[in-house]
């Protein structure tokens, strides 16, 4: 099956490995859901197999019109969600810096109040009749993509006395392997709250942490309309199969 | 100092929190109308081809209370072997198969179905059949990096017997948490985060 939307020749390497200290560890503490919910025994590492380097890949036929518009695709026609309208945009890239294309990405937030549209989140804040929360996309051919929506607000949980988490979107991603699965969350420059976050937190490496975080953009805002964030995500790389050892059939 | 590498690294993984259904089965938690149905609720068409089967899975915490707020993927081969993937270069694979689905933890129960079709048999990197199998990635609340592991069939030992991953795992004890029991048409796997019965995840 050749990519969709190109004729150049699908990658079959395996994956570079996972680099586990640039990651949450699974046990985070401070995190505290994390301490019962974290396995504790060694990882079974093996280099890849077919289960792992393909995957499942999802057409833009699969896209509806309101799909990248947070600010509509709920709301009532004529009407649109409450908050300060953003583009969220950028590439999926991977490890050695090329964009990937045909990439679904599924985005879900909180509203502008900081309430998420689900009858587990019982925060004061009220629901927007018009914010549903959810959206996807899929990447373009230099692994470009963007969607509008609100900025969604901080909000409280519980888990220390008085723990807030930063504004923030959820992200998954898939990419063309199986082994690429990923979800992550997108923070906002300058937003004070990131780094007293314990789930934030439980990435150690300072550098990791700014690599989550969104730039305002100016260059690409809509006067009158949208400000801009900027967003990278990148996944897991393939090694090159040119001098690879592959015994017929596979 | 020696020539940069000039590799960028992956994007760190963040929890997909309590939430995780707002974005990926929206229909299954009230949120109508955005989407016609939740992406991979449905695996399998009147022209699959392959024996229906069905998972019941559930997922434990270190406490032994299931997880009523997880959500997991399943990805597999189609019932001759082959994946529906551009990556799957040996042949073509059922057109009525992606071979991927999804489904949230019961907010009850914690119980995962799908209805799917028994994989075939894909080879190992050396060309060795591996026992069929199903891969299954895991995320929720409480869980930093989705997790990765896979299903084995328990009517399937003569092929889990010479399956190369099963192979490797050092603690023999381990094997079986990787067995999913066939009762009827249903197999039953119980997925432990934690303690004596931890399941074995992977790192691939
Ligand atoms: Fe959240």
Same mark, same amino acid.
């Given at each position: 099956?050749?990519?969709p939307g190109?004729? $150049?020749?699908?990658?079959?390497?395996?994956?570079?490995? $996972?680099?586990?200290?640039?990651?949450?560890?699974?046990?985070? *503490?401070? !995190?505290?859901?994390?301490?019962?919910?974290?396995?504790?025994?060694?990882?079974?590492?093996?280099?890849?197999?077919?289960?792992?380097?393909?995957?499942p890949v999802f057409g833009h036929a699969m896209l509806g019109e309101l799909d990248n518009d947070l600010i509509h695709n709920f709301a009532t026609p004529g009407e649109s969600a409450?908050?300060?309208r953003i583009i969220v945009h950028?590439?999926v890239?991977?490890? &050695?810096?090329?964009?990937?294309p045909g990439v679904l990405l599924e985005f879900w937030q909180?509203n502008?109040?900081?309430? !998420?549209r689900?009858?587990?989140?019982?925060?004061?804040? *009220?629901?927007d009749p018009n914010f549903g929360g959810c959206g996807r996309t899929i990447t373009g051919d230099?692994?470009g993509y963007a969607f509008r929506t609100v900025?969604?607000? *901080?909000?409280?949980?519980?888990?220390?006395?008085?723990?807030?988490?930063?504004?923030?979107i959820h992200f998954s991603v898939f990419?063309?392997?199986?082994?690429?699965?990923?979800?992550?969350?997108?923070?906002?420059?300058?937003?004070?709250?990131?780094? &007293? +976050? =314990?789930?934030?937190?439980?990435?150690?490496?300072?550098?990791?942490?700014?690599?989550?975080?969104?730039?305002?953009?100016?260059?690409?805002?809509?006067?009158?309309?949208a400000?801009? !964030?900027?967003?990278?995500?990148?996944?897991?790389? &393939?090694?090159?199969?040119?001098?690879? #050892?592959?015994?017929?059939?596979? | 100092?020696?020539?940069?590498?000039?590799?960028?690294?992956?994007? *760190?993984?963040?929890?997909?929190? =309590?939430?995780v259904h707002i974005g990926l089965t929206p229909n299954f938690c009230g949120i109508g109308g955005v989407y016609e149905s939740d992406l991979g609720s449905c695996?399998?068409?009147?022209?699959?081809?392959?024996?229906?089967?069905?998972?019941?899975?559930?997922?434990?915490?270190?406490?032994?209370? =299931?997880?009523?707020?997880?959500?997991?993927?399943?990805?597999?081969?189609?019932?001759?072997?082959?994946?529906?993937?551009?990556?799957? %270069?040996?042949?073509?694979?059922?057109?009525?198969?992606l071979?991927w689905g999804r489904?949230p933890?019961?907010?009850?129960?914690?119980? +995962?179905?799908?209805?799917?079709?028994?994989?075939?048999?894909?080879?190992?990197?050396?060309?060795?059949?591996?026992?069929?199998?199903?891969?299954?990635?895991?995320?929720?609340?409480?869980? #930093?990096?989705?997790?990765?592991?896979? %299903?084995?069939?328990?009517?399937?030992?003569?092929?889990?017997?010479?399956?190369?991953? %099963?192979? $490797?795992?050092?603690?023999? %004890? &381990?094997?079986?948490?990787?067995?999913?029991?066939?009762?009827?048409?249903?197999?039953?796997?119980?997925?432990?985060?934690?303690?004596?019965?931890?399941?074995?995840?992977?790192?691939?």
């Open positions: 099956m050749p990519e190109s004729n $150049r020749a699908p990658e079959t390497g395996a994956f570079f490995q $996972r680099d586990r200290l640039w990651h949450p560890t699974a046990l985070t *503490p401070a !995190y505290k859901s994390s301490v019962l919910r974290s396995p504790q025994k060694a990882l079974l590492s093996f280099d890849n197999t077919l289960s792992e380097l393909t995957g409450i908050g300060e950028g590439r890239l991977d490890e &050695r810096g090329k964009g990937v909180a502008a109040g900081g309430r !998420y689900h009858k587990k989140d019982g925060y004061l804040a *009220p629901l230099d692994g900025r969604p607000g *901080p909000y409280p949980w519980p888990n220390g006395p008085n723990d807030w988490r930063p504004a923030h990419g063309k392997g199986f082994a690429q699965r990923l979800i992550t969350q997108m923070y906002f420059e300058g937003d004070p709250l990131i780094w &007293r +976050c =314990p789930i934030v937190g439980g990435i150690s490496d300072k550098a990791a942490i700014e690599a989550l975080i969104a730039t305002l953009d100016m260059q690409s805002t809509i006067p009158m309309d400000l801009a !964030y900027k967003f990278d995500i990148v996944l897991r790389g &393939r090694r090159s199969t040119l001098f690879e #050892n592959r015994p017929e059939g596979n | 100092m020696a020539q940069s590498l000039d590799r960028l690294k992956e994007s *760190p993984s963040q929890t997909a929190g =309590p939430y695996m399998v068409n009147g022209e699959t081809r392959g024996e229906r089967i069905e998972l019941r899975i559930r997922v434990f915490d270190g406490a032994g209370a =299931p997880l009523k707020d997880a959500l997991i993927e399943i990805w597999q081969a189609d019932a001759s072997g082959f994946y529906n993937s551009p990556a799957e %270069l040996r042949g073509a694979a059922d057109p009525n198969f071979g489904q933890t019961d907010m009850e129960t914690g119980a +995962c179905l799908f209805q799917t079709i028994k994989p075939g048999r894909v080879p190992f990197r050396d060309g060795r059949l591996m026992a069929p199998h199903i891969t299954l990635w895991i995320v929720a609340r409480g869980i #930093n990096i989705g997790l990765h592991t896979r %299903l084995y069939f328990s009517d399937e030992e003569k092929a889990n017997g010479e399956d190369p991953i %099963l192979a $490797r795992i050092e603690h023999r %004890l &381990r094997v079986p948490t990787l067995i999913a029991e066939r009762q009827g048409d249903t197999y039953v796997f119980d997925v432990h985060l934690q303690g004596d019965k931890e399941t074995v995840f992977f790192d691939s």
